[in-house]
């Protein structure tokens, strides 16, 4: 059996999230990574020009990102941002895999808000306990700890496709884009016998159909709104997503 442990006792090394680098478009930008790891994404968006902060609970993890990062902080997230965050700002900040470890949210969302620049952008991924595996899991009667994946015995959060958004949105974001990722059902047999692509057209369908079934990660795009947007009267907000309502088009003379 596979205990809880704290995040500051673990490192994560992995490949970098390439879903969470797709989404930032902006050249140069100013990117805060919010639960850093090993570094790995910091060393990818430094490549490409961008120049990134990260912040990490963990010291071996903090010595690997030096490297890469402009500035790294050590620091409890359950307090919100570090002070010295506090003062900078930033055109991205990107959350992958960190707010599943934060038992209160609340605070490091609200300090997020404080430092993106307008127009900003939040970049979250989660795993999705309402994965099909995970369902059977607990269909079985099964809820054990693992040392990674979606049951990793540092999580103290679980979020589902819908949950993931109302977390974002009492916080002054309008979510841009709210999608999942993931692969096929028996991904290790029909990689054998389709092509990428093909594989990649059927998980499109099937995410049609439930993106909290099929999905294994939880992807958002998430833009600050401004706190006095709200006098604008072209805003307007909606029961689940907020979005900014176009003007109406200028007549043809």
């Known amino acids: 059996m596979v205990l809880l442990r704290k995040s500051a006792d673990k490192v994560y090394i992995n490949t970098g ?3 969470i680098v797709h989404l930032i478009d902006q050249p140069g930008s100013t990117i805060l990574d919010v639960g850093c790891g090993g570094g790995i994404l910091a060393e990818i968006l430094s490549s490409k020009g961008h120049t990134v902060d990260g912040i990490t609970i963990s010291p071996k993890e903090y010595d690997a990102t030096q490297q ?3 500035h790294i902080f050590l620091h409890d997230l359950e307090r919100g941002l570090p002070k010295e965050a506090m003062q900078l700002s930033y055109d991205y900040i990107v959350c992958s895999h960190i707010l599943e470890h934060i ?3 609340g605070n490091l969302l609200r300090d997020i808000h404080k430092v993106l620049k307008p127009g900003g952008c939040l970049l979250v991924a989660l795993p999705n306990i309402m994965h099909y595996k995970s369902r059977l899991k607990l269909l ?3 809820f054990e700890y693992e040392e990674t994946g979606i049951w990793d015995n540092t999580h103290v959060k679980w979020y589902t496709f819908e949950s993931a958004k109302k977390l974002l949105l009492p916080h002054q974001f309008s979510i841009e884009l709210a999608t999942v990722t993931g692969e096929l059902p028996f991904n290790s047999l029909f990689s054998k016998i ?3 692509g093909v594989r990649k057209i059927i998980f499109g369908l099937l995410i049609k ?6 999905g294994y ?3 958002l795009k998430a833009r600050k709104v401004d706190l006095h947007a709200e006098k604008n009267p072209r805003q307007k907000r909606t029961g689940h997503l907020s979005f900014i309502q176009p003007a109406p088009a200028k007549p043809q003379e």
């Open 217 to 219: 990660q939880l992807l």
């Open 209 to 214: 159909i439930s993106k909290g079934f099929f």
């Open 68 to 70: 890469y990062a402009r």
């Open 140 to 142: 079985g009667g099964n």
């Open 103 to 105: 038992v209160y949210p």
């Open 17 to 19: 999230n390439q879903d």
């Open 194 to 196: 389709l092509p990428s």
